[in-house]
Every structure is written in C-alpha cells, then in structure tokens.
C-alpha cells in the first residue's frame, strides 16, 4: 500500500462533476464584490441622506417649539399686561366711585346743616315771638288769672311731691324717679306752650 503522501497529484484542466471543464471564478467574484462595494457605497449615501433628512425635520422641529414657546411667552406677557391694565382701572373706577360717594355725603351733610340751621333759625324766631307775647301778656296784666297751663299744674305738683319725697326718704332710686317726672313734665310744659302760642 501506497501512502497518500506517495498519490500522484493530478495535472490539467479542472472538470466539475460532470465532467465538464470549470470556470475560474475569479472575475466572477471579482464582479460580485465590486458590486456589492457599489450597493454598500449607495446604501451609505441614502443612509447620510437619510439622516441629514431626520436631522433637518429634527431642527425644522426644534425651531417650530421655539417659535410657538416665543408666542407663548408673548401671550402671556400680554394678558398678564390687560390684567394688570384691568386691575388699574378697577381700582381706578372703584376710587372714582369712592371719591363721588364722598363728595355726595359731603353735599348731604352741607345740605342737612343749611337745613337743620334754616329750622333752627325759623324755631328761633316763633319761640322768640312767643316769648314776646308772653312778656306782653304780663306786662299788661294778663298772667296766672288768664292763663291756666295743665302742664304747669303738674309741674308744680310734682316738685312739691319731690321736695316731700327728699324729706323723708334718701332712696336713690326714688330721688332718679322723681328727676325723670320732673324732666317730663318740663317737657310736657314746652310742648303745651309751643302747641299754645302755634
């Protein structure tokens, strides 16, 4: 037996398994990778257009948020601003209102003075021209005799009762009792003669 080592390595044209003769293929792959170099050389240009592509609606998506936060911003400033403007003219109109509330109750008191004044000066003079008649009246006689006053019968009554009543008896109470009877037939006593000499 022959060792491998000792097989004659043949010689001539190579054949395929049918026998036929077999092509190199060399230019063949040759061919092949020249291609693919040109597809992948493609493919990296579409795909740095491609990214050039996302990247410009990228930017074009970042100027737009700028722009409409711009506007935003804007708005705001502005109806912040009407806000402000509005706060200043309520508070414009409300001391407005102030001011003429105050001027209103200004002239209402003046006008509520002159009147109490006008009254007080029309009170004056019937009370000074009662008072007159009443000085007439007993400087010619008439008087006591002439004229009887209920009110001053009553006066009279209740003084005499309260310098009784303060004799005998020290009690407070009866004394601020008696003070008020005075007072309001002091008052009744007015009022009879201002109804009197009406």
Do not use: C
Request: aromatic share 4%; charged share 30%; net charge negative.
């Amino acid at each position: 037996m022959k060792d491998d080592k000792d097989k004659a390595i043949p010689s001539g044209l190579a054949i395929d398994a049918r026998g036929g003769p077999t092509v190199d293929p060399t230019a063949n792959v040759i061919a092949l990778v020249s291609a693919e170099k040109e597809r992948s050389d493609d493919l990296r240009e579409w795909e740095i257009k491609y990214f050039d592509s996302v990247t410009g609606h990228l930017k074009e998506i970042a100027t737009l948020r700028a722009e409409h936060a711009k506007e935003l911003r804007s708005n705001d400033i502005a109806m912040q601003a009407n806000i402000r403007q509005v706060d200043i003219t309520n508070q414009n109109g409300a001391a407005q209102q102030i001011q003429t509330a105050i001027q209103t109750l200004a002239k209402t008191n003046e006008d509520t003075r002159r009147t109490l004044a006008d009254a007080m000066a029309v009170r004056d003079t019937r009370y000074d021209e009662r008072l007159r008649i009443l000085e007439s009246g007993a400087s010619v006689g008439k008087g006591k005799e002439q004229v009887s006053d209920p009110a001053l019968e009553k006066l009279t009554e209740v003084v005499s009762t309260l310098a009784k009543n303060q004799t005998n008896t020290s009690g407070r109470d009866q004394g601020f009792g008696l003070a008020w009877q005075v007072i309001v037939a002091v008052a009744g006593l007015l009022i009879a003669a201002a109804v009197y000499f009406k």
